[in-house]
């Protein structure tokens, strides 16, 4: 027989891929359905799915951009340390010394570019009204998803340790002091007390619980790196299972309403 | 089968020697079988049997205490975490520092030696005081400008006079004070736990400057 007949009638091949290649409807169905990652597509889409000037793709994109993201962000992880001694360099490091430390920029790129993707998407199912019921609850989950990635880039930003980084932390985390209730220089700092002592004070309110403690220090840089490389990716990789799973419940995409 | 046998009828077997009022007790209701709706005893007040089935329903069968634990564990776990995020051991630099002896400060100069530790000492017009380095528009850290007599912020643009008192851009109110004092040893401390700020008047508290 063949090679190609050596190989698909062994018990090894068999193993592995337990139905032939598609070849009719019912056996494309058969071969998607029993397959984990494939199962995640449906069988078939509509026509109207693919229209480019209709969806602008840019939902699959940002998706793209978010697996290009976590790809290119564990690969950092090899060659940055986030410590004060170390952050710095370790940029440096990879920008002029690694081998293609142009991985650096890429994950920096990706970044911009997947906040103006989700935007763009975003503007995109506004425009063709694919927030309408049976799609409200999709669209708060795809409003989440804006607040991870935008918390993610926020996390990021800080890791470089430079000047740009520190300050621009400085400046957006002091706004937590601000907060309601929770933050001590805003309305009702002294709301939340047990008796004559207030419990939000400077050490002890939402900008502390952000920063892990009352300025920008190692702490904080620490802090952030975790929620950058494990806590948030995985929040957004839970939306993003919710996201897709609505939608296709919700009738698949971009048909019509 | 050499022992006495259980009456396969379910009612216990009378003990010899036991009074004649125990099979009566023993002939009343027997316990429910399943742990569905546990009958609660008959209370006098109506009060008593709301408080009784509160507690019923949330331990009174297998199936509640269940979900109650769970519930509580979730919810202290949660409680725990939070808690956890809160660092108890943080390493900051003190915040009491030496900045040395008045006679030392030269009449309407501003001592920066002290600026990464985000304190000015200024001593103007009679007053020794400390100033915070933050700038209060957004946190910036401004540059006191020799010949134009300013603190300058390089962010946005925030001015200051050397006094503290904002002027220009967007700083909405002086820059803070720290509480300054003279030591046993005849040195100054500046004690930054403590700030005070201009726009509430306590700027006119005698530990926010020292008289020379």
């Not at chain 1, 419990?199 to 900008?207: E, K, N, T």
């Not at chain 1, 620490?222 to 897709?244: E, G, M």
Request: net charge positive; with cysteine; charged share 15%.
């Amino acid at each position: 027989m063949s090679m190609v007949d050596f190989i698909t009638k062994s018990q090894v091949w068999k193993s592995v891929f337990r139905h032939p290649a598609p070849r009719d409807r019912r056996n494309r169905v058969v071969v998607m359905l029993t397959n984990v990652f494939l199962h995640l597509h449906p069988v078939s889409v509509r026509k109207s799915g693919i229209n480019l000037s209709y969806t602008w793709c840019m939902g699959g994109l940002t998706f793209f951009l978010f697996l290009v993201e976590t790809v290119t962000g564990v690969l950092l992880m090899f060659y940055y340390r986030p410590t004060l001694e170390h952050a710095y360099n370790d940029i440096l490091l990879l920008r002029d010394v690694a081998t293609l430390g142009i991985l650096r920029e890429l994950h920096r790129w990706g970044a911009h570019a997947m906040v103006i993707t989700i935007w763009l998407h975003m503007y995109r199912v506004f425009l063709t009204g694919s927030y309408k019921p049976p799609r409200e609850f999709n669209w708060g989950v795809g409003v989440l998803l804006l607040v991870m990635t935008l918390l993610l880039s926020f996390t990021g930003y800080l890791l470089p340790w430079d000047q740009l980084a520190i300050w621009a932390i400085t400046v957006g985390s002091n706004m937590a002091r601000a907060t309601p209730f929770l933050g001590n220089e805003g309305p009702g700092a002294t709301f939340l007390k047990v008796g004559d002592v207030s419990l939000i004070h400077s050490g002890s309110d939402a900008r502390f619980l952000l920063l892990g403690g009352r300025f920008v220090s190692g702490d904080t840089l620490l802090r952030f790196y975790v929620l950058h490389c494990v806590a948030i990716p995985l929040a957004a990789a839970l939306l993003i299972a919710v996201h897709f799973w609505r939608v296709r419940k919700d009738g698949g995409i971009s048909g019509p309403l | 089968m050499s022992e006495p046998n259980p009456n396969i009828t379910g009612a216990p077997n009378p003990a010899p020697d036991q009074p004649a009022a125990v099979p009566a007790a023993t002939a009343a209701p027997p316990k429910p079988a399943a742990p569905v709706a546990p009958r609660p005893a008959p209370k006098p007040t109506a009060k008593g049997k709301q408080r009784r089935f509160f507690l019923f329903a949330l331990v009174g069968s297998w199936f509640a205490g269940g979900w109650t634990a769970f519930t509580a564990s979730m919810g202290l776990m949660t409680l725990g975490t939070l808690r956890f995020l809160y660092p108890n051991v943080l390493s900051e630099p003190p915040s009491k520092i030496k900045v040395g002896f008045p006679d030392n400060y030269e009449e309407g100069k501003v001592v920066e030696r002290y600026k990464d530790q985000n304190t000015w000492v200024v001593r103007k017009d009679a007053e020794i005081y400390a100033l915070s380095t933050t700038c209060t528009h957004l946190g910036c850290t401004p540059n006191w400008l020799e010949r134009e007599q300013k603190f300058k912020c390089p962010c946005h643009g925030s001015g200051y006079y050397i006094s503290g008192i904002n002027f220009e851009g967007p700083a909405p109110r002086p820059l803070e004070r720290w509480a300054i004092s003279v030591g046993d040893d005849g040195q100054m401390v500046v004690d930054k736990s403590r700030s005070f700020h201009y726009e509430r008047g306590e700027w006119s508290n005698p530990d926010s400057f020292i008289k020379v």
